[in-house]
């Protein structure tokens, strides 16, 4: 989408002076770019970007540790075009961070955006990661316990699950299943506390949300193509993390890529099975990040296959300036 710039279309100062900030008391706009895999979120957040005087704030629960680039999708510098990207590389591996620690960070980035008389534009498709910046949030202050942990992480997610189920179930219903950090929190949260509280949400900021959508077939099609495309530099980069021992159970717990690649070379798996397994997990991802992104709120849909890149960035455009 490089070649859709339009750097003298600028309009920054339809979002908030120079020293504006989340913490002053007015409410700023920011731009938020969401959807599946493989739609295009990445590129179209830097076109925003040049189009709006902006800065992207990545909102990606991989992309924030170090070492994890091609099996987390992670932008490149020269994909960058020179815009300035936040919330990415901020955690090291071992570490354990979590969308608290990820929220207040992001939110000192925005406050620095803002005081730039900059946009800050919101870019992921860990829609938990986006909720948590957009919304304040009553997320339970409960110590993590690392010993409670590892005996958790012992266990399957069928496992799991049903342990979740006897402390809370109506947190069992809606938390997602196959994200086994997730469901180690809750279980943390609900032992300590007897039940996960429920968040009461009230925005931080005024904000226009992009969802970037396509049809299934596609979306596979692309799915399939990128796999292809990163699938040797993905094995290099897991081999090389596993140097480390240590880190084959983080880089299991992280799912998807990382996941199957390292069950791959440690259990010895056969290569073109888990390619073929990823593939169909990496779909089914898809589809749950879509369900997640239908009950946001104030999504402006656009399917990214209707028409050519350079209309699609003038619809967009057009819609963002009509809603500020």
């Known amino acids: 989408m490089a070649e859709l710039v339009d750097a003298c279309d600028s309009k920054s100062h339809l979002f908030g002076g120079e020293g504006s900030s989340p913490s ?27 189009i709006f005087n902006g800065e992207v704030v990545s909102c990606d629960s991989r992309q924030v540790y170090k070492k994890l680039n091609f099996g ?8 960058m075009c020179g815009i300035k990207h936040h919330m990415l590389d ?12 990820f929220a207040k960070m992001s939110l000192k980035k925005i406050d620095e955006i803002l005081s730039k008389g900059k946009v800050p534009i919101l870019c992921g498709g860990t829609g938990f990661y986006v909720d948590a910046i957009l919304y304040e949030g009553t997320y339970a202050k409960v110590p993590k ?57 009230k925005k931080r900021f005024d904000f226009v949300c992009i969802g970037l959508f396509e049809n299934q077939k596609t979306l596979r099609e692309k799915i399939q193509k990128r796999l292809e495309k990163r699938w040797k530099n993905i094995k290099k980069e897991v081999l090389s993390i596993l140097k480390h021992k240590e880190y084959s159970q983080k880089l299991m717990s992280l799912g998807l890529e990382y996941k199957f690649t390292t069950e791959m070379f440690v259990l010895d798996k056969d290569e073109q099975q888990v390619k073929e397994k990823l593939f169909s997990e990496i779909c089914k991802y898809a589809k749950r990040q879509m369900t997640y992104f239908k009950k946001m ?15 699609l960035i003038k619809k967009i455009k057009d819609h963002i300036r009509k809603n500020i």
């Open 24 to 50: 002053s008391g007015t409410m700023k706009k920011i731009i938020t770019v969401v959807g599946q895999t493989s739609t295009g979120k990445s590129d179209l957040a830097v076109e925003l970007a040049k």
């Open 72 to 79: 987390s999708g992670k932008i490149s510098k020269k994909e």
């Open 90 to 101: 901020v955690a090291s591996l071992p570490d354990d961070f979590s969308v608290d620690d």
């Open 145 to 201: 316990d690392k010993n409670f942990r590892d005996n958790l992480e012992k266990k399957d997610i069928k496992n799991l699950v049903s342990i979740l189920n006897k402390l809370d179930a109506a947190r069992a219903k809606s938390i997602d299943t196959k994200n086994k950090r997730r469901l180690i929190r809750a279980i943390e949260i609900a032992n300590y506390l007897g039940s996960v509280p429920k968040n009461e949400k």
């Open 297 to 311: 709120y104030g999504i402006e849909w656009f399917d990214v296959s209707e028409c050519s890149k350079k209309a």
